[in-house]
């Protein structure tokens, strides 16, 4: 567990290449009276507008092995236990946990999972795009498009909410959840899904005191350069160069501790990231560019800068668990 801390910080469970196995045992999630009141206070207009609320895969634990036919366990897989959560729970924890309740969960995360990758472009170029500013991570700077485990990926907006939906395996499914975001990434730049590629293989499983929400991480390129896209007539989108991604990495210790709205520097070394981009840069490095990150060195570094980065034990027979109820 990771507990609420004053200064900025990320939780990281590298997965080093293993198989990833999401099994859905639908255990849900319990509300204690102050949280479910609150929730249902924050989504009742937006209910009375017809928003619908989507399913969002739900991490319960998991563990660092798997078991063959014979039951003997191997070193080889991470297994995760999941349910499902609705979407409006997710949005009111996030709220508690930013307004400082104090029934806010103390771990200062709602452990429900998201998908992305970031994405280089064939001329050496990781693409970035400023956030929206009515998303719960506003102005800050992020590999796009990347988002919850959703019945969204298979249902649509009108029907993402039914029931059944909870116990499709779909929204268990990283292809799928993945399939959906290359899709959103292709549309985006007016290319065919055939252009997007991305590593099915997790990097790590993560949470970070901006996103305040869990995430697999893996990398992902797109066939074309920078002058190929078209770019939407809405949106920033930044394409930072490899050459400058260890000094944006290195440079997030220090910007970790500045407000980011309203800042825009121009140098894109410069560029304060949220949580998950930078987790999905430093695990990710090797397989964007080609060339060794020392990751240990980087997380030390930005520990001096005042990022505590804890790296967790994800050795052989290792577990971890993760509440159900808030």
């Known amino acids: 567990m990771i507990n609420r801390r004053a200064n900025p910080w990320i939780g990281v469970y590298p997965f080093e290449g293993r198989g990833l196995i999401i099994n859905d ?16 206070k924050l989504w009742q207009p937006k209910a009375e507008k017809g928003w619908k609320s989507s399913w969002i895969a739900f991490i319960d634990k998991f563990y660092c092995s798997s078991a063959d036919k014979e039951g003997y366990l191997d070193n080889k897989s991470v297994v995760v236990i999941a349910s499902a959560i609705p979407f409006y729970y997710v949005d009111g924890i996030n709220k508690a946990i930013e307004q400082g ?27 970035f795009q400023r956030r929206a500013p009515d998303v719960h991570c506003p102005n800050i700077l992020i590999h796009e ?28 499914n990283l292809e799928t959840q993945l399939d959906f975001r290359k899709k959103e990434i292709a549309d985006t730049f007016g290319l065919e899904a055939e252009a997007v590629i991305y590593e099915p293989a997790q990097d790590c499983l993560a949470a970070g005191w901006l996103t305040t929400e869990m995430y697999f991480s893996t990398t992902g390129k797109i066939d074309a350069s920078e002058k190929e896209l078209k770019l939407p007539e809405k949106g920033e989108f930044f394409f930072v160069p490899f ?18 709205e309203g800042y825009r520097p121009e140098d894109p070394r410069e560029i304060p990231l949220i949580d998950e981009s930078l987790v999905g840069l430093i695990w990710g490095y090797e397989k ?39």
């Open 25 to 40: 045992i639908n255990l849900g999630v319990e509300l204690n009276p102050e949280m479910a009141e609150y929730i249902e």
């Open 101 to 127: 309740k104090n029934f806010a969960p103390e771990q200062g995360y709602v452990n429900c999972l998201s998908v992305g990758f970031p994405t280089a472009t064939k001329d050496g170029k990781v693409i």
């Open 145 to 172: 498009p990347c988002g919850y485990m959703t019945s969204l990926a298979f249902a649509s907006r009108a029907e993402c909410d039914k029931p059944e939906h909870a116990n499709d395996p779909r929204l268990f």
């Open 243 to 260: 050459e400058y991604l260890k000094d944006l990495i290195n440079n997030q210790g220090r910007l970790s501790k500045i407000n980011p």
């Open 288 to 326: 964007l560019t080609g060339e060794k990150l020392d990751i240990e060195e980087t997380v030390d570094r930005l520990g001096h800068g005042g990022l505590d980065i804890r790296v967790m034990d994800t050795s052989f027979r290792k577990s971890y668990v993760f509440p159900t109820r808030f």
